[in-house]
């Protein structure tokens, strides 16, 4: 009898074991996240596209099941392989436990138009380090390959991280479903950064150089650069000016160079600095010059279009948003290139405050036409913000001058106001200076729009900041006023439309004046802009 009940109590322990182990073997682990990637697909009909699920925690072995939503258009297999069957959208659900995560699948019978956008069309990169090339694909699935032309410079990954291997340039080709782009890398030894070296040729960025008086340069660091880089000094024809005539400036050339010349302290109309420098390189394939703007912290150029609808790229330094890099085809067979580099160093005008939208401060143009001098000393009276100024008028020209008095500056937008009845050219025109223009963008403020409104000029109004003018005509459409940037000053003229004479005649008549009246010192050597043309 009691060896009965061992027995009996042996086959409990173990039917309780076997329970025990039955019980514990049906314990699932439970998902904490899934992942689903990709999130979204296009495929043409019969087309196949993987999915990957990721489940944690990564220490636990999961099942995760795949159903489709419309299996007529798109099916998954148990391991997550969409198949397109017919034109629509599915969604396909990937399952975890309680946890789910879809992509959407789009089917036609027409593969999807891919579009590749590279953003980086040169790295510079100190050896030993990398960088990523930035880029974008569409639809997202789309395969990309990167390609390096000299894996001894520079190799890359399948998703564009470049890595420096030794000095020295190379090409990656980015390219996908029959679109490629190039990026050209630059290897450093020490990391560039505008510093003289062998493989960066551009001119030195130093705006402000030492020149004798001829405008010949003298300045040491420049000379060192250029002698180092393998340019020699010697005049340097820029092109035409806008009479025609050459523009010949001291600078340095070697037509052996990829960058065969540069020309130091030119300025714009606006008295902007400027450098240029001319490279054998198109804007179409550029990328040794662009190698070297990476180089010296211009690390995206962006593609746009001058004033007169010329192609360009233009970019900005990236420690110093002040200096502006521009870059467009001009060949000059004198220095043989093709491509026309313009560094700009952008400069604030002076003001005496911001615009005054709601002044009434304007000239008036039919006093003034009436030729009568007491007349328009009444005006200016009545008005109240100028003084006439005996001394710079001509009384027997009756061209006027009435300056701002000091008390109205925070009151007006004029510095002074000239009233032109008699010139070299005949042609009568109101002249003023204002002071509350710091630059080219200002003239695109809606409140310089709104201040011609006030005075009445607010007709067929229109911006042109980036030839640095605006305009706007009074309520006839006959007399028209325009507001411009000359030589670091702002000039607002009116005067009558006239078929023999342009706007941009006038803004020249304008600044002559001005220089005539106020002997204000001829400018020599500066750079008229082919842009502001």
Request: with cysteine; hydrophobic share 35%; glycine share 6%.
């Amino acid at each position: 009898m009691r060896r009965l009940s061992v027995i009996l109590s042996s086959l409990l322990l173990l039917v309780g074991l076997g329970s025990c182990q039955r019980e514990c073997s049906e314990v699932v682990p439970e998902a904490t996240d899934l992942t689903l990637s990709p999130k979204t697909v296009t495929l043409q009909v019969g087309g196949t596209q993987q999915l990957t699920a990721t489940v944690l925690p990564a220490d636990q072995t999961f099942t995760v099941t795949f159903t489709s939503d419309k299996p007529d258009v798109a099916t998954v297999d148990a391991k997550g392989l969409i198949t397109a069957v017919a034109e629509g959208t599915a969604h396909i659900t990937a399952q975890v436990g309680k946890l789910t995560r879809q992509c959407i699948v789009t089917v036609s019978k027409q593969a999807p138009a891919v579009k590749l956008v590279v953003e980086t069309t040169a790295l510079s990169i100190k050896k030993g380090d990398n960088a990523q090339i930035k880029y974008t694909v569409t639809p997202t699935d789309t395969p990309v390959t990167f390609t390096s032309d000299k894996t001894d410079i520079a190799t890359v990954d399948a998703q564009g991280l470049v890595t420096a291997v030794a000095a020295g340039s190379a090409t990656v080709t980015v390219a996908a479903a029959g679109q490629q782009a190039l990026v050209a890398i630059t290897v450093t030894e020490d990391n560039g950064g505008g510093n003289t070296t062998v493989d960066n040729e551009l001119p030195l960025l130093k705006f402000v150089i030492e020149q004798d008086s001829k405008g010949v340069p003298v300045d040491a660091e420049v000379i060192k650069h250029e002698q180092a880089v393998g340019r020699t000094m010697k005049p340097i024809n820029i092109g035409k000016g806008p009479d025609g005539g050459d523009l010949i400036f001291p600078g340095f050339s070697n037509p052996a160079l990829t960058i065969t010349a540069a020309v130091y302290s030119l300025k714009t109309q606006a008295r902007e600095n400027v450098i240029i420098a001319f490279s054998k390189e198109s804007l179409a394939e550029c990328p040794r010059t662009q190698a070297m703007l990476t180089d010296y912290g211009f690390e995206s150029l962006k593609k746009g279009q001058l004033a007169n609808g010329t192609p360009c790229m233009v970019g900005t330094l990236s420690d110093n948003s002040n200096i502006q890099v521009t870059i467009y085809d001009k060949p000059n067979r004198d220095l043989q290139s093709t491509l026309l580099i313009e560094f700009l160093e952008k400069r604030e005008l002076p003001t005496a405050h911001p615009i005054l939208p709601k002044v009434k401060d304007f000239p008036d143009y039919a006093t003034f036409i009436t030729g009568d001098v007491a007349k328009i000393k009444e005006y200016e009276s009545t008005l109240g913000f100028r003084n006439f100024d005996t001394q710079k008028s001509n009384m027997d020209y009756k061209n006027l001058y009435f300056e701002t008095k000091q008390e109205s500056i925070p009151e007006s937008n004029f510095q002074f106001v000239y009233y032109v009845s008699t010139n070299d050219k005949g042609i009568k025109f109101i002249n003023g200076v204002v002071n509350v223009i710091k630059g080219p963008k200002d003239l695109a403020d809606p409140k310089l729009k709104e201040w011609f409104t006030t005075n009445g000029y607010s007709k067929d109004f229109e911006s042109h900041a980036d030839k640095g003018f605006a305009r706007g005509w009074d309520a006839s459409g006959k007399i028209v006023c325009q507001i411009f940037i000359r030589e670091g000053i702002t000039f607002l003229q009116i005067f009558e439309k006239q078929k023999s004479t342009s706007a941009s005649q006038m803004r020249r008549l304008a600044f002559e004046q001005y220089k005539a009246t106020l002997a204000h010192p001829k400018t020599t050597q500066y750079y008229r802009s082919q842009r502001s043309r």
